[in-house]
C-alpha cells in the first residue's frame, strides 16, 4: 500500500476540525474527496503533506507513505519528500509563483534544487515537460511573467512542475475551479494522462462530484470534518447511500435532461 492514513484527526487551536478519516491508496490509483466548502477537503491532503497552517496540528491518528510514519518526519524529510515523491497542486497555481521572476528561472531552480543538472540541463528538461502539458512555444513561456499567461496556460505550468519528478503520490486541491468549463477538460484530461504513464497515485480535492466521477477510482464525501460515505467511485455513483452524497450528485448541471456523472 502506498498511502494508508488511520483514523486521522486534525485540530485547529482547541477545535477539531476532521476526525477520524482512513484512506488507502496503492500506486496508480486516483481518489477523489468532495464535499461541500468547510468540510475539511484540503485540510486532509494539508495534512498528508505537512502543510497546514501554523495554527493547526494532526491531533491523532497515523499517516504512513511507504510504510513510514510522516508524522514522524524531521524538516530535513520533509524537504526531501516534498516536490519529489509527493507533491501538490494548487487551485491557483499562478498564486504560488513569483511574480517578478520569469517562468523558466523559476523551473530551472526547482529542477536544480533536487538534481545535478546543469542550467542548460534543466532548461531543456523543463521546456520538455510544459510540451507534455501541450503548451505551444514553450521557449516563450520560458521567458514569460506569470502575469503574461493565461489562468490555464498557469495552471498548466504548475502540473508540469508538479509532475516533473514523476511523484509517487500527487495531491490536487480544486485544480480546476478556477477555469472555465473547456478549459478544465483540457488540464484534467492532460494531467490524467501523465499520471498514467508514470503511475501516479492522485487525490483530488473537488466539491464537483461530476469531475470526481470522471476521475477517480475511489470516492470519498465529507461532511462537517466527517466521511459520510466511500467506496468505489462507480458504486457509489450508482447508488449513493446517503443523502448527502445524493445531494451532491443532484447538485450536477444537467444538460437535455441527462446528468452529466459518468
Known amino acids: 500500500m502506498l498511502l494508508e492514513v488511520s483514523e486521522l484527526s486534525v485540530s485547529y487551536g482547541e477545535c477539531e476540525i476532521v476526525r477520524n478519516v482512513n484512506i488507502s491508496l496503492d500506486e496508480g490509483e486516483v481518489l477523489a474527496i468532495v464535499g461541500e ?9 494539508r495534512a498528508i503533506l505537512g502543510c497546514l497552517p501554523h495554527e493547526g496540528r494532526v491531533s491523532g491518528g497515523k499517516i504512513l507513505f511507504e510504510n513510514k510514519n510522516l508524522l514522524e ?5 520533509w524537504n526531501r519528500l516534498c516536490g519529489t515523491k509527493a507533491t501538490m497542486v494548487f487551485q491557483d497555481s499562478g498564486s ?60 498548466r505550468v504548475g502540473v508540469a512542475m508538479a509532475m516533473f519528478f514523476k511523484p509517487r503520490l500527487l495531491l ?17 484530461k492532460e494531467m490524467m494522462e501523465i499520471c498514467r504513464q508514470d503511475r501516479t497515485a492522485i487525490i483530488i480535492v473537488t466539491h464537483n462530484i ?3 466521477a470522471y476521475m477517480s477510482d475511489k470516492l470519498i464525501v465529507m461532511q462537517n470534518g466527517e466521511i459520510v460515505e466511500s467506496g468505489r467511485t ?17 447538485a450536477v448541471p444537467q444538460v437535455g435532461g441527462k446528468s452529466y456523472v459518468s
Open 210 to 212: 461530476g469531475v470526481a
Open 96 to 155: 504560488m509563483l513569483d511574480p517578478i521572476a520569469r517562468i523558466g528561472s523559476q523551473f530551472i531552480e526547482y529542477i536544480r534544487e533536487h538534481t545535478s543538472l546543469t542550467q542548460k540541463e534543466a532548461a531543456k528538461a523543463a521546456e520538455a515537460m510544459l510540451r507534455k502539458m501541450h503548451l505551444p512555444n514553450t521557449e516563450n513561456i520560458m521567458k514569460s511573467y506569470p502575469f503574461e499567461l493565461s489562468g490555464g496556460m498557469r495552471q
Open 37 to 45: 466548502s468547510g468540510s475539511g477537503k484540503t485540510t486532509v491532503i
Open 234 to 250: 462507480d458504486a457509489i455513483i450508482a447508488q449513493p447511500q446517503t443523502a448527502y452524497t445524493k445531494e451532491l450528485l443532484d
Open 172 to 188: 490536487a486541491d480544486e485544480p480546476t475551479s478556477a477555469l472555465d468549463v473547456t478549459t478544465q477538460a483540457q488540464v484534467v
Open 73 to 77: 518526519n524531521t524538516p530535513a524529510e
